[in-house]
């Protein structure tokens, strides 16, 4: 629906000091500056809509809503000076590394106005423009400024010491301290002092250990443990500074089915000159930030062993632990207080009654009337991970070589999101969480878990014969083999959820989800994440000929066949649905032929699951 224009720029120095020869200084500076911006497709601009957008039935005409946008254009200058000085069996490290963001963003969605019909026929009789009578169904504008600069400094300084305590254990011992000075807003919503200030952590002291050591000339003990504290998000700072007020830009959401927001909408194609008054409009929702928030940080740990089998064969075991520690949650302050207890029962797929789920649900109107949901992003969630990973490692050697490596793993985590969801970088709704501010009860299996994952790789280049001749150099000799076998079981897909058709409950606030908070709609009587993609397998592999030219083959060419996905197996990475229930007076009934169907079939590198095959050519000189 736009054109897209991506500029990437960087550059960096660096300078080398050597002053004696037990020290060494380091410092590097860096530029680098990204710009992705999106504008409007002209040739959509002739249909009679201008920048106007519209959706008819539920499909979108005219140019996308949230055009034009910049997101975002940033430019980082960064400044690091790492030093080393060895001293007998000590080799310490220290240094900092100092960094200056600016992003600039521009973004307002449905800046030119949105009209929303519920039929074609409706439609048709508001463009028409026969009659005075509006057939919209909704209207959406938003007001204020789309732009947005603001400046993040990070500092981060550190101090290691690599000891060799004996000569089988050496022990490596360190420290970081990190600060992000976050920018402030200029415009902020007096109603919730919140959203004039932003706080930056100061307390993020991040210690490291790690310790090696030699049982014997065949085996090796490696163990290590450390902090890491996450950076805050641009995106984050981003909509707290615009629509996380609720006045830098005001979204005005117009329904036909209340009479006052119908009056004051506009007649079709005409937009809004200014935020209508005398007539009541959708409460806006505010986002702002804990007072006393802090910055995540994960916990991480290792300890394995490495044995050498034979001269060119390894094995290391290794377990895996991790902890994500004082992560982001989100809470709606302006929930109603008011709730009831109220049973569903719960039929099998027969239609028959086999149980019941009791839950108190949230009923009542909003406190603060003047807004929607008041979003508090604190800190609350946690991420728990464990894994067990075992490596066989054949160096090259006699034209072979190969890598063997399981991974049995358990992600577990307290309702959070995929990975860089809109939900994990915005913080701008609870929709990831069953009730409000709690989040022990979405403690369960993460988006990201994946029990079992193996994977083999080798390679292969023979010596046919030991001819130095034409046919030997350049048809017999010089091939090469390689293929990469992945073999991994599914990760979950989401939660399995409820879909409710009436109001269960007179007066409940939301019928989007059975306990009445209008947040996450998952089945609150089944496991979270029980909803697990197929287990997927791939073979990709290579063949190479080598072509050596010029005295001692100074000079090789490379021509290359891959083939991806070699056995051309399938399985789907995403379903159409989600929906395990839907919900009718009160009666939760199961959906099965709703579940499991393949939706996309999407996966990196390439994007499709489909057999794929190339040539290429390589050159090294």
Partial sequence: ????????????????????????????????????????????????????QV?????????????????????????????????????????????????????????????????????????????????????????GNGAVDFRQGDYGF??????????????????????????????????????????????????????????????????????????????????????????????????????????????????????PTGGSVSAASLQFLSPNLKTPYSEQGNIGIQRQLTNDLSINVSYLWSRGVQLYGVRDLNLPTGSTNFTYTINDVSGNAAGTYTTPVVTGTRPDTRYGGVYYDDNGVNSFYNGLAVQVNKRFAHGFQGLASYTWQHEIDDGQSYGEST???????????????????????????????????????????????????????????????????????????????????TGMFSNFSVNGTGFSSRVPFLPVNSYYLPAYYRSDARVTKILPFGDGNRYQVYLNFEMFNLANTWAARGYTSSQAYTETKGVLTPTPASLYIPGNDAMSPDGTEARRMQISLRVIF
């Fill in 423 to 505: 939900n994990n970088l915005f913080l701008s709704n609870a929709n990831s969480f069953l009730t409000n501010g709690n989040y022990k009860l979405d403690k369960g299996s993460g988006t990201l878990d994946q029990r079992h994952r193996f994977v083999l790789s080798w390679v292969w280049a023979p010596t046919f014969t030991h001819g130095k001749d034409f046919f030997s150099k350049y048809i017999v000799n010089n091939w090469q083999l390689s293929t990469i076998t992945t073999m991994a079981s599914g990760h979950p897909y989401g939660n399995l959820a409820i879909s409710l058709k009436d109001t269960p409950v």
């Fill in 158 to 275: 550190y101090l290691q010491d690599q000891w060799r305590a004996t000569a089988r254990l050496n022990v490596q011992l360190g420290a970081r301290y990190e600060y992000a000075s976050l920018p402030q807003p200029t415009t902020c919503n007096h109603d919730y002092p919140g959203t004039c200030h932003l706080r930056s952590a100061p307390t993020n002291l991040a210690p490291r250990l790690g310790l090696t050591y030699r049982l014997n000339d065949k085996t090796v003990i490696q163990a290590g443990y450390g902090m890491f504290f996450a950076r805050f998000q641009g995106g984050t700072i981003d909509n707290l500074f615009t629509t996380g007020n609720g006045v830098y830009q005001t979204a005005v959401t117009l329904n036909s089915t209340t009479p006052a927001q119908f009056a004051v909408g506009p007649a079709f194609p005409n937009t809004l000159g200014a935020i």
């Fill in 55 to 143: 959706s008819v039935n539920g499909t979108a005409i005219g140019p996308a809503n949230y055009l034009p946008r910049i997101e975002p254009s940033e430019t980082r200058f960064q400044f690091q000076d790492n030093a080393t000085w060895t001293k007998g069996n000590h080799t310490i490290k220290f240094g900092g590394d100092i960094a200056t963001t600016r992003d600039y963003v521009y973004f307002i969605s449905n800046a030119f106005g949105s009209y929303t019909y519920q039929t074609v026929n409706a439609f048709a009789l508001d463009s028409s423009g026969a009659t005075s009578t509006k057939y919209w169904q909704r209207y959406v504008q938003t007001f």
């Fill in 1 to 52: 629906n736009g054109d897209d224009a991506v500029t990437v720029r960087n550059g960096h120095i660096a300078w080398t000091f050597i002053p004696t020869s037990t020290f060494v200084n380091e410092f590097r500076f860096a530029v680098a500056s990204d710009r992705q911006a999106d504008t409007f497709n002209n040739s959509e601009l002739g249909q009679g809509l201008g920048y106007l």
